[in-house]
C-alpha cells in the first residue's frame, strides 16, 4: 500500500502477492481506459447525431446509418472492455485474496504462543473474514477500477475545453467544492468504520466462545443470560452500524445531488451561449453528454470513500499483526541443529517472569543426565508447567541458560529442538480426524505397524478396536466423541509414535482408569527405554517409577524421595 505511512510490513507482504498479478492487472487497467476512452467517444455521437436530425452541416461522412452503425460498434466496444477488465480485477483480486490469507495463515503459525495468550480468538478470525478481503477488494477492485474513472473526468474535461472554455472553466473550478464536501461528510464515518470493524470482531468472538463452552452454559442454565449477552453485543454493533449507513446513505445522493446541480450550470451556460450563437447545437449536445459522463465516477468515488475507510481500519489491524516479529530464529540458527539430542539437560540460573508479573523463578537450576526419569511435584501455581515451555522454548527466559548436550537452546534451531521433545498434557489437543490421522499427527510417514505398536505402549490399542470403526474413528473436534482417558491415551500413542529423546508426561495418566495406570506403569520400560522422561505428577504410581523426585516451590527445586513401601514423598 504505498500511499500509507506506517504500513511497511503489511507493505512487503501486499506487494510479494500482487507482484505476480501484476502483469494481470495492467492488462485490466489498460482494458478500464480503453472502456473510458470509448464512453468519451459516445457524447461526440451524440453531437453529430443532433445536428445529422437537425439538418445542421455534418462532418460526418457515412450519413445516419453509418453514423449508428458506428456508435454501436463503439458501445459493443465498451462492454467487451467493461468484461474483460471486470473479470480480469476480479480474477485478481481473489488470487490476491487467496495470498494474503496464505500469508496471513503463515505468518500467524509462526508467531510465538503469548502472542495467542494475549488476544481473542474473534479478533484473529476476522483478520481473516473481513480485513484481508478488505484490503484486496479496495486494491484490486476499488482503487483499480478508479483510475480509469479519474481519466474519463479528466478526458470529459479535455473534451469539454475543446467545445466551450468557459464551461470547461466551470467543471474545473466546482471540482473542489464536491472533494470539500466529500471530506466533511466523510469525516463521520471514519471513526464509525473503525468502531463497526471492532464490535464485529467482539461479536464473533463472543458467539465462537459461547459455542465453544456450550456444555458449561447449559450445565448452569445461562443459555438466557449468555444469549442476551450476545444480543447486548449485537445491539451495540447494531447502533454503531446504522450511524454508519446513515453518513454512508448520505454521501452517494448528497456528492449525486452536488454533482447534478453543477451540471445544471454547465447547461445553463451552455445554453446561453447557444442562444448568443457561440456554440453550435450538436457541440450544446456533445456537452450535456459529457457532463452526465460525470455522474457514474462521482457515485463511485462516494463508495472509494467508505470502503477505503474501512480498507484503512483493516489494514492498520493486519499490520499490527504483520509487525509481530514470529518466533525468535535468527538466519544463522535456524540452520543449526542440535548435535548431540540425546545429551544432558542443564537450566542453569533461570530467571523467569511473565510480563507484569513478579519473577517466577529468580534462578532456577537442574542438571538432567540423559536416560533419567525425573518427576517434578509443586503446588498448583508453583510454575511446573512454564518450565516445561521453557524447556520447549515456547517461552524464553530473561536471564539464564537453557542446554541439551552442551548446546544452548536458543543457539540451535527451534524445530530441531521440538523434535527432540514430545510432550503430552493434561488437557489433550486433538483434530478432528480418525484416531490413526491423529496419532500420526506428528509422523505422517509412520506405518499402520508403527501406528499399532506406539497404541500398545500408551494402553490404547485394545481401547481404539473398540471403537466404532477402530482406527478410522473419526473422533469430533477436540476428540469430543471420546472419554477424557482415552483422548489421554491417544495424546500418549501420538507422542511415542514421534520417538522422542526427551518425553514429558505432563500429568498425562491422570485420566486413566486404575487398570489403565497400573498397566502403563508395569509396562513404561519399553515407552521409556533409551528417553530421558520428565514427569509432572503428583500420582504416587508414576512417582514411584521416578528415578528422582523433584519438588518446586517458591521457584526453588528441592530433591525428594520415595518411601517405596508406602509411595509417599517426604524431603531428602
Ligand atoms: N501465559 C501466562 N501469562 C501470565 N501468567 C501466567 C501464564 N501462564 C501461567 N501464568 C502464571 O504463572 C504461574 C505458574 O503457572 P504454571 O502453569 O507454570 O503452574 P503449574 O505449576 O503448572 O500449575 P498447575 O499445577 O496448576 O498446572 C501461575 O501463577 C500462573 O497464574
Known sequence: MPTMPGFDHLRHVVVHAMRPESYWLAIAIALSFAQGLLALLSPWFAGHFASEIMLESSSFDYGLPGLMALWALVLAGQALTRFLSGFLLTRSGARTLAVLSRRLHDHLL???????????????????????ASVAHFLTGTLAGLLPAVAVLLGATVMMARIDSQVALLVVLLAPV????????????????????????????????QLSLIALIKSFN???????LFASRVRDLLTLRSDQLWWQALLAPALQLLSSLGILLVLWLSAIHLQQGSLELSGFVSLLMYGLLFTRPVSGLANLYGEGLQARGAAQRLQLVFAQAPEPEPEAVSRTALARPGGAIDIARVYFAYPGQKALFESLSLHIPPGEIVAITGDNGAGK????????????????????????TRKV???????????????????DASVADNIRYGMPAATDEAVYAAAGLAQAHAIIQRLPQGYATRIGEGGVRLSGGEQQRIALARALLA???????DEATAMFDSQGEADFVANSAAAFAGRTVILVTHRPASLALADRILHLESGVLRQMSVAPEHKEVFEA
Not at 510465538?112 to 481473542?120: G, T
Not at 534451531?413 to 483434530?431: D, G, K, N, P
Not at 520417538?499 to 508426561?505: S, T
Open 110 to 132: 509462526a508467531l510465538p504462543i503469548p502472542f495467542f495468550e494475549s488476544r481473542k480468538r474473534g479478533d484473529l478470525l476476522s483478520l481473516y473474514s473481513n480485513d484481508v
Open 385 to 408: 508447567s512454564t518450565l516445561l515451555h521453557l524447556l520447549m522454548r515456547f517461552v524464553d527466559p530473561i536471564s539464564g541458560v537453557i542446554t541439551i548436550g552442551g548446546q544452548n
Open 413 to 431: 534451531s527451534l524445530s530441531s529442538l521440538r523434535s527432540l521433545i514430545a510432550i503430552v498434557t493434561q488437557r489433550v489437543l486433538l483434530l
Open 222 to 228: 445461562r443459555q438466557h443470560r449468555d444469549g442476551e
Open 499 to 505: 520417538d522422542p529423546k526427551i518425553l514429558i508426561l
Open 178 to 209: 464536491f472533494f470539500l464536501t466529500l471530506k466533511l461528510l466523510g469525516r463521520g464515518l471514519r471513526s464509525l468504520s473503525d468502531q463497526v470493524a471492532a464490535g464485529q470482531a467482539s461479536a464473533l468472538g463472543l458467539a465462537g466462545e
